[in-house]
């Protein structure tokens, strides 16, 4: 009797750390669901996070999309843009949500953009800047219209804080600066007018 009661409690004890390990593994982040395989790089989560400023430097699209593209996207923080926060004024014309986050189109006279706010699911316990980050998402869905999957228009005019990104240079993707450049993740937001 008394090793039907041990094995009885051994099964029970292992079917609660196994449901555990299964809400802690269903709440944590992973490339799947926050982005692809660069996902800790566009969450600020990274290894190299501690060599980006997070003061801002001012800038404009223009300047930004004439940067040189490196000759492969860098899978770690290896170029000053990487290692920087800027801040540009720009008219946000679209927005939608896609995975990891919500993709943002930015205008400046006859530049353009992309910058990204991810998900607060997916900011990890090593994100840096994770209250500024989550609080962007907050505030833009409150103030601006909650993201959905399809592309919505919108006129606002904002300051936008962001760390530098290179993504891939995506031919066709709304908005998309030519060299590939981002702002990613999305660190600061002004709204001007227009949400």
């Known amino acids: 009797m008394k090793r039907?009661?041990?094995?009885?409690?051994?099964?029970?004890a292992a079917t609660a750390a196994a449901a555990a390990a299964n809400v802690r593994s269903a709440s944590s982040p992973t490339a799947a669901r926050c982005g692809g395989a660069l996902w800790q790089l566009?969450?600020?989560?990274?290894?190299?996070?501690?060599s980006v400023s997070l003061?801002?430097?001012?800038t404009t699209i223009a300047a930004i999309a004439d940067r040189r593209f490196p000759r492969q996207p860098p899978r770690e923080r290896r170029t000053a843009?990487?290692?920087?926060?800027?801040e540009v004024v720009a008219q946000l014309t679209a927005f939608r949500l896609e995975t990891g986050?919500?993709?943002?189109?930015?205008?400046?006279?006859?530049?353009?953009?992309?910058?990204?706010?991810?998900?607060?699911?997916?900011?990890s316990s090593r994100t840096r800047a994770r209250a500024q980050?989550?609080?962007?998402?907050?505030?833009f869905s409150l103030d601006c219209a909650r993201p959905k999957s399809d592309?919505?228009?919108?006129?606002?005019?904002?300051?936008?804080?962001?760390?530098g990104y290179w993504s891939q240079r995506q031919q066709g993707l709304r908005g998309a600066a030519p060299n590939g450049a981002e702002l990613h993740p999305?660190?600061?937001l002004r709204i001007v007018v227009g949400c």
């Open 4 to 12: 039907a009661g041990l094995i009885a409690a051994l099964l029970i």
């Open 42 to 50: 566009k969450t600020l989560s990274d290894p190299g996070r501690a």
């Open 151 to 163: 592309w919505q228009p919108l006129g606002a005019v904002v300051y936008v804080q962001g760390v």
């Open 81 to 86: 843009f990487q290692r920087q926060t800027w």
């Open 133 to 139: 980050i989550a609080k962007v998402w907050k505030q």
């Open 55 to 58: 003061t801002p430097s001012s």
């Open 101 to 123: 986050g919500v993709r943002l189109v930015l205008v400046d006279s006859n530049s353009n953009m992309n910058a990204v706010i991810p998900l607060p699911s997916c900011l």
């Open 186 to 188: 999305v660190t600061g």
